[in-house]
Structures are given as structure tokens and as C-alpha cells.
């Protein structure tokens, strides 16, 4: 964030603040969004829009698996959460490396649970965004999980069901090359 007396890094979770509030000050414009790289290609994120394809998302959830321990014995499961509260919000779970993918959905669906609290418009109201931010959810870590039982996930190779000796498709061909370039 710039201004005329300076400039300040600012953390995307620090950034909003509340509901169309944010962490500027008077005079304050963004003069750059820096993006870090990932620690793993196994990510995905879900948008679901009531009105149209093209609209406000009324819930979307961004969902990644990073391998943590010595052993990469377990994962932390990131989540990031929109318009499903008056702010972003995120969410970080530790999950055993040879978890049933039911059992993380489950726990990634009661996390989130906690923190949706969503504003009722004309996309929907209140008990409809929760349930849909749900669905988000699942999808969401659902994708994460299936980027990460790919071959293309390296070092998490092994460590799902489905790992061993499936081809690879263009897209998770695409993928990989965007993840490792992005290193």
C-alpha cells in the first residue's frame, strides 16, 4: 500500500477487515499484489453463483494440501473461504497423511461450519449460502485431494489412494508445468 508518506506490506489476511472495509488508510492506494509461490500443485478452488456463471460468487472456497512433517507424515489442509462471512476468511487443519478422503472432507466441512456466517441478498439467504458454502468446501479440498493422489504431485506420490500407475492427462500435464515454473 502506497501514499504520499510512504509505503506498507500489508497481508492479504490483514487486508479485509470487514464487510466492504479494508485495511487502507486516507490516501492509501494498492500499488502492487505479490503473490508467493506455492508449497504444493495439489489445489483447487470451487465458485458457486446463483444467478449466473458470470455473477458474484454467493460462496467459494479455495482448498490446498501442503505435506508437513520429517516424514510428510502429515498434511496441512489450507482453506480460504469467500462471501460466506462479512470477510474472507481462512482456515488451517492438520491431517494425518493416510486419512480417508471422507474423513477430511468431514473435518474441512466442520471447520468451515464454524466461520460461515453469511450476509442474506438476492443471491440467497442465509441457510441457502451455508449450505452452499458446504458444497464449496467439499469440492474444493475434493480437487485438492485428486491433484495430490496424481503422479504429478511429487513428494505426496504414494501417500493416497490411486497414486501408482495412472497416465497422465494434458491437464495435469498443464499443471504440473505451471506449478513447477512457478517454484
Known amino acids: 500500500l502506497t501514499s504520499a508518506g510512504g509505503s506498507r506490506l500489508v497481508a492479504v489476511r490483514e487486508f479485509f477487515t470487514g464487510f466492504q472495509q479494508t485495511a487502507l488508510t486516507e490516501g492509501e492506494l494498492v500499488t502492487a499484489v505479490l503473490i508467493p509461490a506455492q508449497p504444493s500443485p495439489a489445489a483447487a478452488f470451487a465458485k458457486l453463483s446463483s444467478l449466473s456463471v458470470n455473477d458474484w460468487p454467493c460462496a467459494s472456497a479455495a482448498a ?6 520429517r516424514r510428510r507424515e502429515r ?25 480417508p478422503v471422507d474423513e477430511m472432507l468431514e473435518a474441512a466441512q466442520r471447520a468451515a461450519d464454524q466461520v460461515i456466517d453469511p450476509i442474506p441478498d438476492v443471491r440467497g439467504g442465509v441457510d441457502f449460502k451455508r449450505r452452499l458454502g458446504l458444497v464449496a468446501v467439499r469440492d474444493a479440498v475434493r ?19 490411486g497414486s501408482a500407475g495412472e497416465e497422465d492427462s494434458d491437464v495435469q500435464r498443464t499443471s504440473r508445468r505451471r506449478w513447477w515454473r512457478g517454484r
Open 143 to 161: 480437487g485438492a485431494w485428486d491433484l495430490a493422489a496424481e503422479p504429478a504431485a511429487g513428494s505426496m506420490r504414494g501417500s493416497v489412494p
Open 75 to 99: 498434511w496441512e489442509l489450507r482453506l480460504g473461504l469467500g462471501a460466506l462471512a462479512a470477510k474472507p476468511e481462512y482456515l488451517s487443519l492438520e491431517v494425518p497423511a493416510g486419512a
Open 64 to 69: 490446498l494440501l501442503v505435506p508437513t512433517g
